[in-house]
């Protein structure tokens, strides 16, 4: 993977900043019902959130290149608009996107169609980030995972998950309204055949306009 125009030093002083702010995980309420109990309770309430605008950052990184920006996400049903800000090499950018298909400008002209905004992304900069599977893992849910790959903290909430080549890990969570929401999110994904194995960092600052149902 390939980051255009990114500068491995300041992309790597971007993954320390963000790193630092997300390493010390909210400790879990532990309770006297078991963790898969409490994780069923939990799951049904994060499974009905539809919509929200979150704000935070993101950083890639891949060997020695990279590169981080700021995220502002917007979620309605299975329609979203990611708009990524900040040192990327390729200044601002917004992609829309619904099932099946992506568009991604940027403040240059440019226009990227896909058939995904994870695929839109990756033509633009090089970086792989699953915005697909994060719209779970973004929850709190597991995606496609097997129960059986799932680890849980003591208050039923995910602590991580394997999915495929991914590893998903959970470093903090916030309180949103009367739900427990991530607000750090570590990715890791095994080297395959023709890519580096590389990482993503998403910080969830600041969730907002929670939708419940259609």
């Given at each position: 993977m390939r980051a255009r125009n990114a500068a491995p030093t300041a992309a790597?002083?971007?993954?320390?900043?963000l790193a630092a702010g997300c390493a010390a995980p909210r400790p879990a309420v532990r309770t006297g019902a078991p963790p898969e109990v409490l994780w069923q309770q939990h799951r049904d309430k994060i499974a009905a959130i539809s919509g929200w605008r979150v704000k935070g950052k993101i950083a890639v990184?891949?060997?020695n290149e990279?590169?981080?920006a700021r995220l502002l996400w917007t979620r309605r049903g299975e329609h979203e608009q990611i708009e990524l800000s900040g040192p990327l090499g390729g200044?601002?950018?917004?992609?829309?996107?619904?099932?099946?298909?992506?568009?991604?400008r940027d403040t240059e002209g440019g226009r990227i169609e896909a058939e995904s905004a994870d695929a839109a992304l990756r033509e633009r900069l090089g970086w792989r980030v699953p915005f697909g599977e994060l719209a779970?893992?973004?929850?709190?849910?597991?995606?496609?995972a097997?129960?059986?790959?799932?680890?849980?903290?003591?208050?039923?909430?995910?602590?991580?998950?394997?999915?495929?080549?991914?590893?998903?890990r959970y470093r903090e969570y916030a309180r949103v309204g009367e739900i427990e929401l991530?607000?750090?999110?570590?990715?890791?994904?095994?080297?395959e055949a023709g890519e580096d194995a590389f990482s993503v960092k998403v910080l969830l600052q600041s969730w907002?306009?929670?939708r419940v149902g259609d």
């Open positions: 790597l002083l971007a993954l320390v900043m990184q891949s060997g990279g590169g981080s200044g601002r950018m917004r992609i829309e996107a619904s099932p099946g298909r992506a568009l991604l779970h893992w973004a929850r709190g849910l597991p995606g496609g097997r129960e059986d790959e799932l680890e849980f903290d003591a208050a039923g909430r995910l602590r991580a998950l394997q999915q495929g080549r991914w590893r998903v991530p607000r750090s999110i570590f990715l890791t994904a095994a080297e907002k306009d929670l």
